[in-house]
């Protein structure tokens, strides 16, 4: 049996804010609890941005019984007037007693002040109760308002060998049934689908998710350095989410002029002969993606790993071994000289999936990269 305490409410108000996921943009995704004499009196989530938070939903839902009560909530109320007045106001006008948070809102425009404006008027305030899993479920929003630059998930699906075709290019299908439903629910939960250009060639993919809010689904982002994308392509003809198309600046401009006649937006990332992909996500980032989902091929993977420009990896293997030498695998770079120069992923977490296994890491240097970020 679980023991009623602060662990106890912060972890509800958290699987609130996590199954709103997805649909927040880049907004984080936050739960607030209300409780009053040992009862829940509210309960709220952050649903899209632009909506009332979380706290206002829970406080609205608790009415009277406000005062006096503790409010539990997954990031430190806000201070500013955004798109909604600040929560922390609210807070103190409904007399609450005690607030609960989980973890400080790295967004500099609060950054400790929703904490000092409520320990100010007196309301008693708990930091850091279930800090981890928060800083975990908001690590795309924390990455994207820390750098400006989106969160960069790289997944990819091969046989045990590292394969993502056979060596004449079949690849259907790799991984189960389960693992591909999985897929869907991780391009629900980014901003943008990221492929190389060989991918749109080889699968002519859709790119679509099952499961997206209206006006919400992700952008679909190709890595195309001249242009090559047949203008025949499914996800520049079927209309079903925004296509753009980051290129050099030395891509030909009759055929750029041709694309973005079919709707889709052509960036120009860098004037070498190759796509300079940081800059891309710059691009991205200033058009506000806060998370982009990588889904191959091995090249654009390879590419951005070897650019340090990587924040997670999610592989799903399947328990098949198809050899080729020229057949793609999963990581096409150079690559390194020494074991000890090796990207080194940590915090693995290993889930089995039928008879598929999905492995998770976060590459080292993204660690480092956070931690700049957070001083
Ligand atoms: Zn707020």
């Avoid at 709707?263 to 990332?269: D, S, Y």
Wanted: with cysteine; proline share 5%; charged share 25%.
């Amino acid at each position: 049996m679980k023991v009623i305490d602060d662990e106890y409410y912060m972890a509800l108000a958290l699987d609130m804010a996590e199954r709103a996921l997805g649909q927040t943009g880049t907004n984080p995704v936050v739960g607030a609890v209300v409780v009053k004499d040992g009862a829940l009196v509210g309960l709220g989530t952050h649903l899209q941005r632009g909506t009332p938070h979380a706290e206002v939903h829970a406080l609205n839902m608790a009415g009277s019984r406000a005062e006096g009560s503790t409010v539990y909530v997954t990031l430190e109320p806000c201070s500013h007037h955004g798109l909604t007045p600040p929560c922390a106001e609210r807070l103190i006008h409904e007399k609450v007693q005690r607030v609960v948070v989980a973890c400080e809102d790295p967004n500099p425009l609060v950054a400790g002040r929703g904490i000092e404006m409520l320990r100010a008027a007196g309301v008693e305030v708990k930091v850091g109760v279930l800090h981890e899993r928060a800083l975990k479920l908001n690590r795309r929003f924390i990455k994207f308002i820390t750098t400006g630059m989106p969160y960069v998930t790289i997944k990819s699906a091969s046989t045990l060998d590292g394969k993502l075709a056979s060596r004449t290019g079949d690849s259907k299908w790799i991984s189960n049934e389960k693992a591909r439903e999985i897929v869907h629910t991780m391009r629900h939960r980014h901003q943008a689908i990221m492929v190389g250009v060989s991918t749109i060639v080889a699968d002519d993919p859709q790119l679509s998710t099952r499961m997206t809010v209206p006006g919400l689904s992700p952008v679909r982002v190709v890595a195309d350095s001249t242009l090559r994308i047949p203008e025949t392509a499914q996800i520049l003809r079927d209309g079903t989410a925004p296509t753009w198309i980051v290129t050099t600046e030395q891509a030909d401009p009759e055929k750029a002029k041709r694309l973005m006649g079919l709707g889709a937006e052509v960036l120009r990332c860098g004037s070498g002969p190759q796509v300079d992909l940081r800059e891309a996500l710059v691009q991205l980032g200033q058009r506000g993606i806060s998370s982009v989902l990588v889904e191959g091929g091995g090249r654009l993977n390879g590419s951005l790993l070897e650019r340090q420009l990587v924040d997670e990896i999610v592989l799903f293997f399947a328990p098949k071994l198809v050899g080729g030498k020229e057949s793609p695998e999963n990581f096409r770079f150079t690559g390194y000289d020494r074991m000890q120069d090796a990207v080194t992923l940590r915090d693995m977490e290993v889930e089995q999936i039928g008879d598929n296994v999905c492995i998770r890491g976060v590459p080292v240097w993204a660690q480092a990269e956070v931690k700049e970020g957070d001083h």
